[in-house]
């Protein structure tokens, strides 16, 4: 019995379908989303090392222009090039900058970690007091409602549902 695998754009997740049949063309709908017949992926079995644990990049739901967050890459790469690396304010300009650019806010907590350095303050005594507050938060977040997963689909792999469905 052969298992096939439908790639969901929606959910940018891979799914495995065990078939009673050959050659089966029949397109199943995403477990997941419930998408009309996903797409058909053609696998090769394979070994890979180092790839990505199912689910792990599930929690970035943000579209973005993939052109307008290109550029804003590039044009963030070059201020950072001539960053004073010992200027706290420098490096909240930069983070401002990238809000700006890619249409991102940051989190309630990042943002009081900027203001504080545009204060001034050591980003290392910022990071002491509120790593635990940071770490429990979205860092960025869209501002307008359904965005970065245009750059998951172009940058990260697809995540691998582990489930087996009939189809």
Known sequence: MPIYEFYCPDCHR???FLSRRVGVTRRPDCPKCGRAEI????????????REQPGE?????????EAQAEKAMELIAREAEGIDEEDPRA??????????LTG???????????RRMEAGEDPDSIEAEMGDALDGEEPIRAKRPGAMSQLRR????????????EL
Request: net charge negative.
């Open 104 to 114: 991102l806010e940051l989190g309630e907590g990042m943002e009081e970690a900027v």
């Open 91 to 100: 490096a909240a300009r930069l983070m401002r900058r990238f809000s700006e």
């Open 154 to 165: 172009r940058f990260l792999p697809p995540s691998v549902d582990p489930e087996l469905y």
């Open 14 to 16: 891979v799914f495995q």
């Open 39 to 50: 797409e058909k992926q053609f696998s090769i079995f394979s070994v890979s090392r180092g």
């Open 57 to 65: 990049h599930d929690d970035l739901d943000i579209d973005i222009d």
